[in-house]
C-alpha cells in the first residue's frame, strides 16, 4: 500500500481513569470494570504500560472533622493517571540482572521471568546497568516495551 505513512513512535502516554490507586511507577492492567485501570497483578497478561503519575477513584473531598464541621480536602489526588512505555524507575520483587527479560509482578511491580515462562509474559527488560540487589535498592530503571 503505497499510501500509508509508518508510524515511527509513540505520540505520547495514554490516559486512563482509575479504578484503583495507582503510584507513579507501577504497571497498569485494566480493572474488572471496563474502560478503568489499576496495578497489574502478578503474571499480567494485560499490561498496559507504566503509570506516570499517581491517581485514585474519585471521593467525596467534602469530609466532617470530630467536631462535626465539614472540612474539604483542596489537593485531591486526580481520577486519572497517565500511562506509557519506556524506560521508568519501577519496583523489583527480586534480584535482577541487568538484561534480564521482567514480567509483571505483584502490587504492579516487575520479577524477572523464569527460563520457561510463557513469551506473552514479558513486560521488558532490566535497563539498570548494574542490575538490581533488592536487599540495597529495590527501585531499578526498566525498559517496559509494548507488545
Known amino acids: 500500500m503505497s499510501g500509508v505513512t ?9 490516559t486512563y481513569k482509575c ?6 511507577g507501577q504497571l497498569v492492567a485494566p480493572h474488572a470494570t471496563p474502560g478503568l485501570v489499576q496495578p497489574a497483578g502478578a503474571g499480567s497478561l494485560l ?3 507504566v503509570a506516570e503519575t499517581d491517581g485514585k477513584p474519585w471521593a467525596n473531598p467534602v469530609s ?4 462535626g464541621f465539614e472540612t474539604l480536602n483542596a489537593n485531591p489526588l486526580p481520577e486519572h493517571t497517565t500511562v506509557g512505555f519506556g524506560r ?10 541487568f538484561g534480564q ?3 509483571a509482578g505483584a502490587n504492579g511491580a516487575v520479577t524477572p521471568v523464569a527460563a520457561d515462562v510463557d513469551p506473552r509474559l514479558i513486560v521488558g ?4 546497568p548494574l542490575g538490581v540487589v533488592i536487599a540495597t535498592k529495590p527501585v531499578g530503571i526498566a525498559n517496559i516495551t509494548p507488545r
Request: charged share 20%; aromatic share 8%.
Open 64 to 67: 466532617t472533622d470530630p467536631d
Open 88 to 97: 521508568y524507575p519501577v519496583t523489583y520483587t527480586a534480584n535482577c540482572a
Open 125 to 128: 527488560y532490566c535497563d539498570e
Open 101 to 103: 527479560k521482567l514480567q
Open 47 to 49: 499490561v498496559l504500560g
Open 6 to 14: 509508518p508510524r515511527l513512535s509513540n505520540a505520547g502516554p495514554a
Open 19 to 24: 479504578g484503583a490507586a495507582v503510584k507513579g
